[in-house]
Every structure is written in structure tokens, then in C-alpha cells.
């Protein structure tokens, strides 16, 4: 059973700089089979937010033209965990950030394509 937890979120100011883990706590350790990670975010009274995503099988991972530069997803090759650095973080990149996992490659930017998703970490970007 997947069961997704991120984890690194907090208040900072802009600027500065944050990194989000999100990993599979239901993985008995043993082989997995992840296609593709993502991270999206969500703000009160908005849809889901793409953010980041990356496939398990390598390539280069699509980003939200509002983070392109700023933002880095990576993953963990021998265990599902997938990482957010974030830098140069602005007040627009407060939400709640979520991860979400899809048992195919393709790293989409569609929330409907992933099939689990974490409880959320939220960040805030404040003076």
C-alpha cells in the first residue's frame, strides 16, 4: 500500500530557501515500482497546481514555468523518495505542497493522472 508522507515545509521569508521530501512510508524495502513522481500545490479556493514532476526512468523534468529556475525536483534512485529544493522563494509560492505518485512514466502535469497522493506540507513565504 502506497502511502505518500512529505515532510520540510515551514515559514520563511522571501528568499530564502526550503527542501521538500516526500516519501512511499507503506514500502516493505523491498523492490517498488514507481513510474513517475510529482509535486503540485494548492492555495485556499484553487484547484491543484502543477508544479515539478520526474520519471522514474530518467529525462528531463517538466516544471511550471512560475518555478522554472528556482525550483529542482530529484528522486532517490534506490528507495521512492523524491526532493523539492526550492530557492528564491517568493510570497506567491505559498500553499500546501503535495506530492503524488502515477504507476506510469510519463511525469504529466494532470493531478487526475496520479493515482496516490500525501497529506501535504504547507509553506509559507512571508516578511
Known amino acids: 500500500q502506497v502511502q505518500l508522507v512529505e515532510s520540510g515545509g515551514g515559514t520563511v521569508q522571501p528568499g530564502d530557501s526550503l527542501r521538500l521530501s516526500c516519501e512511499d512510508s507503506?514500502?516493505?524495502?523491498?523492490?517498488?515500482?514507481?513510474?513517475?513522481m510529482g509535486w503540485f500545490r494548492q492555495v485556499p479556493g484553487k484547484g491543484r497546481e502543477f508544479v515539478a514532476a520526474?520519471?522514474?526512468?530518467?529525462?528531463?523534468?517538466p516544471y511550471a514555468d512560475s518555478v522554472k529556475g528556482r525550483f529542482t525536483i530529484s528522486r532517490d534512485s534506490r528507495k521512492p523518495i523524491i526532493y523539492l529544493q526550492m530557492n528564491s522563494l517568493k510570497p506567491e509560492d505559498t500553499a500546501v505542497y503535495y506530492c503524488?505518485?502515477?504507476?506510469?512514466?510519463?511525469?504529466?502535469?494532470?493531478?487526475?493522472?496520479?493515482?496516490?497522493w500525501g497529506q501535504g506540507t504547507q509553506v509559507t513565504v512571508s516578511s
Open positions: 520526474i520519471a522514474w526512468t530518467g529525462g528531463n523534468p
Open positions: 507503506g514500502w516493505s524495502g523491498r523492490v517498488f515500482s514507481v513510474g513517475a
Open positions: 503524488a505518485q502515477r504507476s506510469h512514466v510519463n511525469p504529466t502535469t494532470t493531478p487526475d493522472d496520479y493515482n496516490y
